[in-house]
Structures are given as structure tokens and as C-alpha cells.
């Protein structure tokens, strides 16, 4: 036996026993709580006796949990009460095409029907208020596929009647509290957008305010008079800040700002529709209370466990709060608050299988990039064994206009588990810390975005944590395309990479967007690069003109029903690695989009991924086994 392989097999026997996959990556026990507006019953999602999540609900006080929808494959996610008593909707789309409808539940009545029955439109939630319990306004982009009109929808009836016509480059609508629509965001050829107001839905548009394509806005909501429209917005500074602007004069006045990091999350009252309490994502996330009046709930909230918190939903009489807590070694848990006497009851954890087991710390750290940039990002370390020289995973999120943030992450603890040092940075182009960050990364696919990852890397060996010979990368989306440049532009780093649903030829995944991100194809040109203009600087940039430089061994998972991110993109690159004699294994979920929502379907990946990255970086790995209702096809 080598001195590797000693050194391998005893950090292998300091180890936790290994947490089976389907604890990490099946289907939560519980999650997504909501209280009814009434707060008369609970809603949430939960698995049914055939593992496929549905919507339950418990009568407040009572143990009469009962499931209200039945769903027969995919599995239910998202989902809103409705103002009507008894009545709530959920989203579904076919197989990951995210072509959503929305469908309304009687939970009485134990009837469902399809409010948005039309093939191969997608239904967006645009507004639902308490003083017009019956109606729902919706997006659809039934008459355009690459724009969403606004339309009425009669929850009694069914009936669906046009209320706002788009006029082609509206992204986004926001309504007042008498469910009206008077603000709209509208891209604009320079790759920014406008946001637009009017007095009443008879009125004119005018543009209030116009960003750039370097500054990011967008409109918060309207105030209960409807005089005042809450904004969040970057110009005339570097962070995203909340300001409350005069609808009539246009006068700003800002609630909320960090100079270094965007406004995050806001908490409104329900009914009187006043910003409360604004959040920023640091290494963790931050509040900062603006009502005085519930300064000692969110006091008492933050005492009551630990870890980050957010509000999930609280009743119109604003007596009880649903909250969540995030920790990075263990579930996700849900309390109950009661404002009158300031106290919590536990209602359940996502998952209770995870607590009490050795998952690992997440923690925040940061590095310097090549050019001086500060790159932060978090480091999650395997329990129970010194961290030297280590196997490692470079994990890189999607987006890219994303971040990674603190708190339980089942990818991170499953490597972790297995053996793997894992760094999840969050490099330029990330969203969250200010909008020089954001545009740092602007035309930098594959390159300065791609140097912070190699800089991490560096920065990894620098500490000794990660065995230079041992490093993979790995992610989804952005995160697959990282991976696919990481091993053509810098064949030397990698010793393997796990790629889900990424892109590996800009030109043909700009060719191929989905219709309805017609209207932000200038912003993709700004940050991106140009299509019609400069077809040779995004091949350049296309890990699939460089197949023939990958060394190390390539695994790939991809949905047949991606709208995003094609499975072209994907055959692409498995055709000319092996073309050119490359390693490479690929594996297509039939029954998928951009990314893997069934838990057999994910359960499958990672139990290749987990052997596939055991035979080219080391670590554990739990026996595979029999995984039935998979989709897979291996090509």
C-alpha cells in the first residue's frame, strides 16, 4: 500500500458512518408551511404513501393533517392560499417544461380544477388580496409566447378575462391594494429596463425611472393609499437599497441600504401593506427592523433557536406568525409565533431523520482573486478527520446571477459525508454584494469569472487543506458550464467534473431560450455577449470548441425537457469528447427539465455521481443498490 493510500484509509476510518442518500436527497418528510389568511388551518407539502409530495392541510388545534391534492408523479412544490375561505392553488407543470398551470383545491369540497387550461402557456402568480377574495390575477402569455398579458381570474367561476395588455417588454407587473395594476418593469434595447407607473388602469404609462444595464431595479409594492411605491434599486449607489418613492412627484426617500450588500428579503404587513423589516445577505443573513412595533417579536424570534431566520406567513389578524430557522449541520425547522405572548412552539423539521446525525459546519470565508478582488464563499469540512490534504469538490452555483448562502445545503453535506473538502464560492457576476460585483462579471464567462474559481482553488491548496491531485468540480446550470470550462479551458486543475444541465456552446444556448426570455435577450447580450454581433467571442467562450483539450473523466446529467439550458447542449459535447477519444458518462432523465425534482431521479444521479467521483478522486461511497422509477437513459 502507497503512503496515499494509507494516509486515504486512515482519514476513511476517522469518518462518520456514511448518511444514506436518501436522507440528504429524497423527499423532505415536511416543508412550506402557510398559514391560511384566516389562520383556521395549516398548509404544507409532505410525501403521500406513494413518495410523491402533495399539499397537506391541519386544522389549527386539531391533529386532522389530510392530504388535498393528489398529484400522481411529479410531485407538488409551489402552492399560496387563496383570500377564499377553504381555497387554495398550486403550480404544476408537465415533466420540467415549466410550462406552470395553476390549479384551485377546495379543501372541503376535496374538488381541484385547472384555472389556466391551456396547452403550452405558462400561468405566473401576478396577485391575490383580501378585499377581492374571489379574483386572482395572473400572467399568461396565452396570445404571444414571449410575453405575459395580464388576465382576471374569476376563482368562483373560472371565468379568465384579459385586465392588462403587454405591450411586449414588460418583465414584470406589480399591483395596489385594490388589486389594481399600476407599476410594470419593461426592458429597453440598451439591456436595462423602465419602470413604469400610472394613476389608474385608464391612465397612460409614463416612466418614472430608467436603469441601465449595469444597475438593477424594481418595483416592491404599493402603499395601502396607493401614493407611495416602495422600490429597490441601485442607482446612485453600489448596493440595491429600499426606497419609498411618491408616485406623484417621483420624490425618493430611502427606508433600507448597505453599502456593500443588496437589500434581500422584506417583511409587509398584511393588511396595512407597511415594509417592516428589511434583510441583508451577508456571510449571514441580517435584519433590519424599520416598525418599531414589531421590534421585540423579531427579538424574541432570533432567541428562540438557532440559526437564520425568515418569516414564512402569518394570519390577516397578525396574531401568528409561521417562521423558519436554517442551521448548516441540520434540518430545516418550523415554529408557530404567537405576538401576544411572544412565545414559539416547534411545529415540525423538514427533515427528522438528519437531527442528531455528525453533518458538518459551513463556514464563511473569503480570498483574494488574481486582480485583487475580495471572493467570498463558504467552506463545509468532513467531520472527524484533520483537514489536510483532502480530497476536494470546487461545488459552483447556478444562476450565475445567484449566490450560494450560509445554511443546511444537502449537497455540501453529502460530500462533506463522503470524505470531500467542498467550496462553494461565490465568484464575480454573483448576485447579493453590490452592483460592482454583479458587473465585474460582465462578459467574463469562462474567463475573470472562471479565474475566481481557480483562485479558490489556489487558495484551497495554499492552506493545505485540499491534495492538489485530488480536485473535482462540480454544479448545475452556470454550474455545469464552469464545470465543462474547468476541464476544457484548464485541463491541468481537475482530476474529474460532474456537470448537470449546463451548457457547453453559448452561441446554440442563446439561440435556443425559451420565448418568453425574448424580452431580456439585450441584458444577455450586455453580460453575456452578442449574438448577432460577435458570434467568435462567445465560441471562444464555449467549453465545446475545446473538447479536445479535456484530460480528465466528465460525467453529465440532463432533463429531456429542459426549456433552459436544451439537451442539444449536452449531446453537443458528449459527441465531440468521445469523438476525441474523451472519457465521458451521460445520463438523460426522461422525465425532467433543469434539474431533477422526482427523488428517484435525483437519488439515481448522485449515487452515480458519488461512484463516478470515488473512482477519480477517492473518498466513500454507499453501495448504489436497486433504485426503482428512475428515468434514467445512459447513453
Known sequence: MTDQQTTTATAQAELPPLIPREVLFG?????????????????????????????????LGKEDDRTVTSDK?????????????GQLIYGQDADGDENWHLYLV????????????????????VALESNLPHQALVGLNLEDRTKFDVYRVDLRTGAVELDTENPGNVVSWTTDAEMRVRAAAATTPDGGSDL?????????????????????????GFSKDGATLYVIGSHDANAQRL?????????????????????????????????????????????????????????????????????????????????????????VYY?????????????????????????????????????????????????????????????????????????????????????????QPNFRGSTGYGKDFVNAGNREWGQKMHD????????????????????????????????????AFTPDVFAAGVDIVGPSNLITLMESIPPYWEPIRALFAHRIGNLETEPEFLRSRSPLFSAERIKAPLLIGQGANDPRVKQAESEQIVGAMREAGKPVEYIVYTDEGHGFARPENRMHFFARAEEFLVRHIGGRCEPVGDITGHSAVEG
Request: net charge negative.
Open 73 to 85: 408523479r411529479r410531485g407538488i412544490r409551489l402552492y399560496y392560499w387563496t383570500y377564499l375561505p
Open 106 to 125: 377546495d379543501i372541503n369540497k376535496g374538488s381541484v380544477r385547472d384555472l389556466t387550461s391551456f396547452q403550452g402557456v405558462r400561468a405566473e402568480m
Open 335 to 423: 415554529h408557530s409565533y404567537d405576538r401576544r405572548t411572544r412565545e414559539s412552539k416547534v411545529l415540525f423539521s423538514h427533515q427528522p431523520k438528519l437531527e442528531g446525525l455528525p453533518l458538518a459546519r459551513m463556514e464563511p470565508v473569503s480570498y483574494e482573486a488574481r486582480d485583487g478582488l475580495t471572493i467570498h464563499g463558504y467552506l463545509t469540512l468532513p467531520v472527524g478527520v484533520e483537514p489536510r490534504n483532502l480530497p476536494t469538490v470546487l461545488l459552483v452555483h447556478g444562476g450565475p446571477w445567484g449566490r450560494d448562502g450560509w445554511g443546511f445545503d444537502p449537497t455540501a453535506q453529502w460530500l462533506a459525508n463522503r470524505g470531500y473538502a467542498v467550496l
Open 452 to 487: 475566481d474559481l481557480i483562485d479558490g482553488v489556489e487558495w484551497l491548496k495554499s492552506q493545505g487543506i485540499a491534495d492538489p491531485a485530488r480536485i473535482a468540480i462540480m454544479g448545475g446550470s452556470y454550474g455545469g458550464y464552469a464545470t465543462l470550462a474547468g476541464l
Open 196 to 220: 413604469l407607473v400610472r394613476e389608474t388602469p385608464d391612465a397612460e404609462w409614463r416612466t418614472m425611472r430608467h436603469w441601465g444595464p449595469d444597475d438593477e431595479g424594481r418595483a416592491a
Open 27 to 59: 423527499n423532505p418528510e415536511r416543508t412550506n408551511p402557510q398559514l391560511s389568511p384566516d389562520g383556521a388551518h395549516l398548509a404544507y407539502v409532505a410525501p403521500d404513501e406513494r413518495d410523491v409530495l402533495q399539499v397537506w392541510v391541519r386544522t
Open 243 to 331: 426606497l419609498a418613492v411618491d408616485v406623484t412627484s417621483g420624490r425618493e426617500e430611502v427606508m433600507a441600504e448597505d453599502p456593500q450588500y443588496d437589500v434581500q428579503g422584506l417583511v409587509v404587513h398584511p393588511t396595512e401593506r407597511t415594509i417592516q423589516a428589511v434583510s441583508f445577505e451577508k456571510d449571514r443573513v441580517e435584519w433590519t427592523v424599520l416598525d418599531p412595533g414589531v421590534a421585540a417579536d423579531f427579538d424574541a424570534i432570533a432567541a428562540a433557536r438557532r440559526g437564520d431566520f425568515w418569516v414564512t406567513s402569518r394570519d390577516l389578524g397578525d396574531t401568528t406568525w409561521l417562521v423558519g430557522y436554517t442551521t448548516d449541520d441540520g434540518p
